[in-house]
């Protein structure tokens, strides 16, 4: 894992979400492009493998607002591929609004939300030190009733990752959510830590005190890493 100066984090979680959004997106129909992100100096992400890069300000207010120029250069020298990645970045804005509550759209929006806490995990000074006791660690996320959703997980090597589908791997920890409403509010506005397993709109089983910190990083994360506003 290369080391990320603190300035970029946010900016790389928010690249990161967008990734896995695309990557769950395209586990449900092979037309999505993988908008796989790639850090450059001058403080510039790349969206995607070719066409779409922004400063790192610029992708924050494109999330934020819907709309950033990209750069100029590499819009025009591969615009078919710049063009395919922002239909994406539109398709993966309006699973945020959806006001019919699909199974497929929880996936991507829970998959972006565990990319960018990946990402605070992985390069977060303090949130590092945090998971120092929870070696090779598996968190999977769903709703009651149904199989995993999305996962958290963290290598011998302290590395976290995750992903959609089922590795079919017994879990340190898993919360259920009860409902898909219940769940869709959790991954775009977070849940009470307290309330929410005391009422039954979570249920959490194995090591809670690794869920409850992974609630912690979710919380930080929510706050500095924006989301389309919908």
């Not at 979400?17 to 395209?26: E, R």
């Not at 929006?109 to 945090?130: I, K, Q, S, T, Y």
Request: charged fraction near 25%; proline fraction near 7%.
């Amino acid at each position: 894992m290369t080391s990320l100066s603190p300035e970029r984090i946010v900016p790389w979680a928010a690249a990161r979400s967008i990734f896995g959004a695309s990557d769950a997106m395209n586990g449900f129909s092979r037309k999505s492009p993988e908008l796989v992100p790639e850090l450059f100096s001058g403080g510039r992400i790349a969206i995607g493998r070719k066409g779409l890069v922004f400063k790192d300000r610029s992708l924050l207010r494109a999330i934020e607002t819907g709309f950033s120029m990209p750069e100029f250069f590499p819009l025009i020298k591969h615009p078919f591929s710049a063009f395919n990645a922002i239909v994406t970045l539109k398709k993966i804005s309006r699973c945020y609004g959806r006001h019919s509550l699909r199974e497929t759209d929880l996936v991507v929006l829970l998959r972006a939300g565990l990319e960018a806490l990946a990402v605070f995990a992985n390069h977060h000074p303090m949130v590092r030190d945090l998971f120092s006791g929870f070696p090779e660690e598996l968190v999977v996320f769903g709703v009651k009733g149904s199989s995993p959703l999305g996962w958290l997980r963290r290598s011998s090597e302290g590395d976290f990752s995750a992903g959609s589908s089922d590795l079919g791997k017994k879990p340190s920890v898993s919360l259920f959510f009860s409902s898909l409403d219940v769940a869709f509010d959790a991954v775009k506005h977070g849940i009470d830590p307290f309330g929410a397993p005391a009422t039954g709109e979570v249920e959490i089983r194995g090591k809670v005190h690794l869920m409850d910190i992974i609630g912690y990083v979710s919380r930080m994360t929510l706050r500095e890493v924006p989301m389309p506003k919908k």
